[in-house]
């Protein structure tokens, strides 16, 4: 009778190719498989709500998303909310799979309160970084190197380029992370511990290491996202 219905499923994925179901929807290529459970989904009223936690095993880690919900889902303004925890994913399976240069380690993190309006990021604050009970083995790419330094409005790179660090194809580090605070269109970045001058995005560790510090403690959201694209979609890293 032209009323909206009303929606509740409950599912699980088991071992779902990741090279299939990217190359299906026509994403990145992707590796690896998918596991997780979906605990109930309800769609009534032109709301959608899932009824616990969606949990995916990807990235030889755990993902984990709570609180989500929509709200004019097939409207003119469709708004979103979602808390996401991220637990031990394996960077070098990340890395790989997103042109970003190779990171060695394991990293965890959370995404908390996002809100976004018409798929756009309105607010959230968000975390990524190494487990303090990490003992993997740490190691970095001249490329990640210089695509970090890049995002964090760092001058590593050019350290690579005028020294003899630049013989070296990898580094060792002793943890790395980054988070970002969004509100009214301006990400508040932070790193793994404060530096001087700005903020560690990597603190080094070991030899040959070398640390990625940024100094844009404030970055226009668009231009944060420019430059994600960049690094992440050519194999040429783009210093600014």
């Known amino acids: 009778g032209g009323q909206e219905p009303d929606v509740h499923f409950e599912g699980a994925l088991q071992n779902v190719s990741l090279e299939h179901l990217s190359g299906a929807l026509q994403w990145r290529p992707l590796s690896g498989s998918i596991t997780g459970n979906i605990p109930g989904v309800t769609y009534r009223k032109g709301r959608l709500e899932i009824n616990g936690e969606l949990e995916a095993k990807v990235f030889d880690g755990d993902i984990r998303i709570t609180k989500l919900a929509s709200s004019g889902l097939f409207g003119d303004l469709p708004q979103f909310y979602v808390d996401m925890e991220i637990d031990n994913l394996d960077l070098q399976q990340l890395t790989q799979t997103f042109e970003f240069g190779g990171i060695e380690g394991r990293l965890s993190g959370y995404v908390r309160d996002l809100y976004m309006e018409d798929w756009r990021p309105v607010t959230f604050y968000a975390w990524l970084g190494t487990p303090e009970d990490d003992d993997s083995r740490h190691r970095i790419s001249q490329k ?14 050019g350290l690579l380029s005028r020294s003899f660090l630049g013989f070296f194809d ?9 988070g970002c605070y969004l509100y009214n269109g301006v990400c508040q970045l932070m790193g793994v511990e404060p530096a001087k001058q700005g903020y560690y995005i990597v603190k080094g560790g070991g030899l040959p290491r070398i640390d990625v510090i940024g100094y844009n403690p404030q970055v226009d959201w668009n231009v944060l996202m420019e430059r994600l694209a960049r690094v992440t979609g050519t194999d040429e890293a783009v210093i600014e």
């Open 170 to 178: 990898t580094f060792g580090y002793d943890s790395l992370g980054i």
């Open 144 to 157: 990640a190197v210089e695509n970090l330094a890049s995002v964090g409005g760092g001058g590593a790179a």
